[in-house]
């Protein structure tokens, strides 16, 4: 009988406490970018010191396009530090800064293939980035978790490891 007594407070107790949160916010997004070390950025990154990717000119509209990018995602918060990650590391938090790899990728995230009418437009391009984030996410899956996009970082699961799992370090360390 104590199952019984037991089981309908024990399962509201569940799922009170696996309750979705909200989406973060612009502000949330950006007090995620605040946290992160000035470290491996090429270009105009080293001006930028501890604790300011929030206050780089292009960051509020690249934590916008992050925040609506991941309205309807299943993990929102990882999604976001994943992303404002890798849009300091890869341009510093500017919309469109100088091409990288050669002139073959463009825009905040850096992003191959995409021209850069569509990829220096945070808005059209995170939703592109995410994409191809999950997609590396499903086609590394046989690797440790924080590989999972190497190739999303390299272009291959064999390549990239290294930079894929300090990125994930990262971004796992800002989720509040």
């Not at 950006?30 to 929030?54: D, Q, S, T």
């Not at 994943?82 to 073959?104: I, L, N, Q």
């Not at 997609?135 to 999972?148: F, T, V, Y």
Request: proline content about 11%.
């Amino acid at each position: 009988m104590l199952p019984i007594l037991f089981a309908e407070p024990t399962a509201a107790i569940v799922a009170e406490h696996h309750a979705p949160t909200p989406p973060p916010t612009v502000d949330d997004i950006l007090a995620m970018a605040e946290k992160l070390p000035v470290i491996e950025c090429p270009g105009p990154c080293p001006k930028v010191r501890r604790g300011a990717f929030g206050h780089v000119k292009d960051a509020r509209i690249i934590a916008q396009a992050i925040a609506d990018g991941i309205q309807d995602d299943e993990h929102p918060w990882l999604w976001a530090a994943r992303g404002v990650t890798y849009a300091a590391y890869e341009s510093g938090m500017r919309a469109c800064p100088k091409p990288g790899d050669g002139g073959k990728a463009w825009g905040g995230w850096q992003l191959q293939g995409v021209p850069p009418f569509v990829a220096c437009i945070p808005e059209r391009a995170f939703p592109i980035w995410l994409r191809l984030a999950k997609a590396s996410e499903a086609d590394c899956a046989k690797l440790p978790r924080e590989n999972q996009l190497a190739e999303l970082a390299s272009g291959s699961c064999a390549r990239g490891r290294d930079l894929a799992a300090r990125r994930d370090r990262l971004a796992r360390s800002i989720v509040p």
